[in-house]
């Protein structure tokens, strides 16, 4: 069976390549996608997205089920939410979390992750690369959980 990895994208980066493009670069959701999968053929990926907190949790709950790795952008809730710190540490599975900015060279706001307690490490201000450089973290995780 091939290993498997969830991409777990949070809210507003639907708006990717539209809006913003100086902090978050000109490719669209749908362009990252792509890209990771022209890099890992051999792998399975999910790549998914929602606005919704809730819907968050459901997909890393999801991930724990069927995924070997993950790897979270969870965007804005990345400052706020217990509730995917809480799912994170349930469901156990290895997991990156990534940032296409450098949230520490912003907001003070942006100074707190309350998944990076949760996850085993975290990649940001790469742009889209940090979604290769996630992958690449993730799929050593999953190679060494076995
Ligand atoms: O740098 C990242 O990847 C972030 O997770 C992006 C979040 C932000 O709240 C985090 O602090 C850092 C924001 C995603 C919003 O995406 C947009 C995309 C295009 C236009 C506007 C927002």
Redesign the pocket.
Known sequence: MPICLHIIN????N??????PD??GAQTLDDIEAMCRKAHPGVELVFRQSNIEGELVDMVQAAGESADAVVI????Y??TSIALHDALRAVGVPAVE??????AA?ESF?RRSYVSEAVTGTI?GFGAD?YLLGLQAALKLAKAHG
């Not at 949070?10 to 980066?13: I, V």
């Not at 952008?73 to 804005?76: L, R």
């Not at 990534?98 to 949230?103: A, D, F, K, R, V």
């Open positions: 949070g809210p507003n980066l708006l990717l390549g539209a809006r913003e902090i978050y952008n969870p965007a804005a990345t400052h990534i940032h296409l900015s450098q949230p912003r942006r940001s940090s």
